[in-house]
Structure formats: C-alpha cells, structure tokens
C-alpha cells in the first residue's frame, strides 16, 4: 500500500509543480534580470546590491502580472485555452489570486530595502501591471501600458543603483517600445488575426536594431593642451576612440544583430501566415529577443561585462522554454 501511494503523491507534486510553472510561465523570468542590469549600466554604474533589490523587485512584480493575467483571462481562456492551468482546474483561481497579492506586496517590499527612489518607480509600475491585467489588456491602451511597465522596470535599476533615472530614460524608451511591439503581436495568438501586427514588429525591429547600434557618442568638448581652454570638435569627426570603445561598438553590434536575428524571421512568418501557432512563436520570439536587445543597450552605455552577464541568460531560458511555453 505503502509503495503504491508514495509515487502518486510524487507525480501529483509533479504535476502540481508543471501547472505552475505554466501559469507563471517560467522561461519568461529570463528576460527580467537584464531590465534592471541594463538600467544600471545606463547611469554608468556597476551593478551592486541595490541592483540585486531591484531584480528580486523586478521578477516578482513580473510573476505578479503572470499569475492576475490568467485570473483576470480565466474565462475567456475556458473557451480559447482550455488547457491553461486555471480553466483545467490545476490551479484554482482564488490561488493564483492570492499569489498575485504576494508578489506584489513582496515586490514592492523589496524595492523599498533598495531606497526610496527605487520605491517610487515599483509603485507606478506594479499599478500599471495590475491596471493592464484587470482593464487595460482589451483596450486600445494595453500594450502601451505594458511597455510602460517594461520601460519602468528597466528605470527601477537604475533608481535602485544610484538613486536617479533620467540617465536611463533613453534605453527605457527603447526597450518599452519593444515590448509594445511584441504586445501588439500578442493580442491575436489565440484566434491568428492580419498580418499588420507582426509587419510592425518587423518594422519596429529594424528601427530599434539601427537605433541601438548607431554610433551614439556625440562629439565631446576636449580641451586645448596650450590654453586648457574648452573647444567644440566641428563638423562630422569623431574624437579619438579610447581604449576600450572598440568592445563597446563590437558587443553592441553583435547583440544588436541577436535581437535582430531573434526576433526577424518569426515576425516574418507570421505576417505571411498569421495563424495562431505561428503569431504563438513569433510572441515566444518577441520575448526571447528582449535579452539580446537588453545586453546591446548595456553594450552602448559601455557596461561590457553587464551585458555578457545579461547574454548569458538567452540560453537558459531558450533550455527552459523546451519544457513550458513562455506564451
């Protein structure tokens, strides 16, 4: 009796386990890290333990957004979804309720051991991740809202780590836009839709790809050896690149050619045929692509080593996404 009981109750484990993992959709916490990495390099600071908050702040509120999307979709997944954990009867929704309310308190818990200016950014950005799941995902607004709360999370890096944001207001821009693209494309993954959706993102690759790599350094004001006075290079020279720049423009480039490659050719096959396995894949892709497109912003503001660190988490999760989808 004994030995019959003891793997049913490791296989119900088992499944207990997969059932969340789906809901919270596991691989997809990959691509978290490297917002608040990227946040960080952009104020030209090294990743410390604030950053570390900031992470841990970051991959709760995201796994908050997990578990109150599939709440909030419980019903319309019944008849889209079946085999969603929710409408399956593996979680049942008053759990993944509750776990949203822990991650959230949690996540905005662990911004506030990082200061206060982390804290201002994880409040706004954990309304908007409930904003968007409770009312905001069906409307003309959601995926603005939710690159938003992508372009916030990567500014709680850089608040977590210094204390200020503006510097990371550009790549915040950029990876929002991103994600809005990406968000577009979602919308039509369990019915297929037109073919608009994924040419945009195939269009909004392709922009953000040349954004990113282009030479960002402007010209800089040097000073004259005789005089010590300050002078403004003229016309379209470049000032002499010190050592190191050549990593810099060689990391950004290699990674802004993975964002490219990730993201290109699923966008292209679903514009071509926008059905739901292929819009599925090209959402899987979208999501992927934001490590690369994460470690190339990192790679321009000169934080080499943050983003190898954020590179090496794109296989990892491409292993994990083999076992759960991240859709």
């Known amino acids: 009796m004994a030995d019959g009981t003891a793997p049913c109750a490791c296989a119900s484990r088992s499944r207990r386990r997969r059932a969340w993992a789906e809901l919270l959709r596991l691989p997809a916490l990959f691509s978290v890290p490297g917002d608040a990495l990227a946040g960080a390099a952009a104020t030209g600071s090294a990743p410390g333990s604030r950053t570390l908050l900031a992470i841990g ?8 957004g997990m578990a109150l999307n599939d709440w909030a ?27 949203a309310c822990a991650l959230t308190g949690a996540g905005l818990a662990l911004a506030a051991s990082a200061g206060r200016p982390a804290l201002a950014v994880a409040a ?42 503006r510097a990371a207001l550009p790549s915040a821009a950029l990876l929002g836009t991103h994600t809005l693209a990406v968000t577009m494309v979602s919308r039509q993954e369990a019915r297929g839709g037109s073919p608009l959706a994924p040419l945009a993102a195939l269009a909004t690759t392709a922009l953000l790809t ?6 960002s350094a402007a010209p800089t004001r040097g000073c004259r050896p005789e005089t010590g006075t300050a002078h403004r290079l003229t016309g379209p020279r470049w000032p002499a690149l010190h050592p190191g720049q050549d990593n810099v423009a060689l990391f950004t ?29 090209a959402v899987g892709a979208g999501i ?33 996404a083999k076992k759960v989808s991240v859709t």
């Open 57 to 64: 702040s970051s991959l709760c509120l995201y796994e908050a």
């Open 73 to 99: 979709d419980r019903n319309i997944d019944a008849v889209e979804r079946p085999h969603r954990p929710l409408p399956s009867g593996r979680v049942r929704p008053a759990a993944a309720l509750t776990a």
């Open 124 to 165: 706004p950005l954990a309304a908007t991740v409930w904003a968007y799941d409770l009312g905001l995902k069906h409307t003309a607004a959601g995926p603005v809202a939710m690159g938003a709360a992508r372009g916030l999370d990567l500014l709680l890096g850089a608040a977590a780590t210094t204390g200020h944001a």
């Open 210 to 215: 040349r954004q990113v790599t282009r030479r």
């Open 253 to 281: 480039t290699a990674f802004g050619a993975a964002y490219a490659a990730t993201a290109a050719r699923p966008y292209f096959h679903a514009a071509l045929n926008p059905s739901p396995p292929l819009t599925q894949r």
């Open 288 to 320: 992927r692509a934001t490590i690369p497109l994460q470690a190339s912003l990192a790679a321009r503001s000169r934080g080499t080593a943050t983003s190898l660190l954020i590179a090496a988490l794109a296989p990892l999760g491409a292993r994990f």
